[in-house]
């Protein structure tokens, strides 16, 4: 099955650029989808297909995906930016749906 | 405005048996794919389950193959998940989460997504 492998943790100081990765054997091939979730809450969509955000998501939020590696970008990270990251692609040679184990971030 | 209303958890005993449901509104219900996502306490996401808009495909996570079962009622709006022969690690929180693509067109992501509902397999 595909897996999909993510850091623990990222730590950066507010005003600063957090980067998060996922990866995953060539993912650059696949899309690869993220989500935002903060504590007691249901995750968001914040960007899609690699790169795409939906409406509503501030633009400081960023996504890029090549070779065997994804990455989130967020810009001028704020206080509540803090959450859990989880990266997502969708198997189509299985037709199953896949989650990395989520990056906790952290504002210092 | 997309809402999704889990609702049937509780503590079970393992190997007991469990529903949930999933109320929708706020969009066409009948013309998306549904799907289930858990959450162990403390842990990472983890799909379960998808039905297609009109319930004639399913699919399923090796882990809960054979055991659970995906349904929909589409003239009542909502989605269902049975549960059977329970086991400790089926702790978790489930969400049910709008699939983006209209009919079969998936897009392979999770676009809207319920509160959760909150399933113990615990004796």
């Known amino acids: 099955s595909y897996v999909l492998t993510q850091p623990p943790s990222v730590s950066v100081a507010p005003g600063q650029t957090a980067r998060i990765t996922c990866g995953g054997n060539?993912?650059?091939?696949?899309?690869v989808h993220w989500y935002q979730q903060k504590p007691g809450q249901a995750p968001v969509l914040v960007v899609y297909?690699?790169?795409d955000r939906p409406s509503g998501i501030p633009e400081r939020f960023s996504g890029s995906n090549s070779g065997n590696t994804a990455t989130l970008t967020i810009s001028r990270v704020e206080a509540g930016d803090e959450a859990d990251y989880h990266c997502?692609?969708?198997?189509?040679?299985?037709?199953?749906?896949?989650f990395g184990g989520g990056t906790k971030l952290t504002v210092l | 405005q997309v809402q999704l209303v889990e609702s049937g958890g509780g503590v079970i005993p393992p190997g007991g048996s469990l529903r949930l449901s999933c109320a929708a509104s706020?969009?066409?219900?009948?013309?998306?794919?549904i799907h289930w996502v858990r959450q162990a306490p403390g842990k990472g996401l983890e799909w379960v389950a998808l039905?297609?808009?009109?319930?004639?495909?399913?699919y399923y996570a090796d882990s809960v193959k054979g055991r659970f079962t995906i349904s929909r009622d589409n003239s009542k709006n909502t989605l269902y998940l049975q549960m059977n022969s329970l086991r400790a690690e089926d702790t978790a929180v489930y969400y049910c989460?709008?699939?983006?693509?209209?009919?079969?067109?998936?897009?392979?992501?999770?676009?809207?997504w319920g509160l959760g509902t909150l399933v113990t397999v615990s004796s």
């Open positions: 989460a709008k699939e983006a693509g209209l009919y079969d067109f998936w897009s392979g992501y999770f676009q809207s």
């Open positions: 706020g969009f066409m219900f009948s013309s998306y794919g």
């Open positions: 039905i297609s808009h009109d319930g004639s495909n399913t």
């Open positions: 060539n993912i650059g091939g696949k899309s």
């Open positions: 297909d690699d790169r």
């Open positions: 997502q692609v969708w198997d189509n040679t299985r037709d199953h749906w896949v």
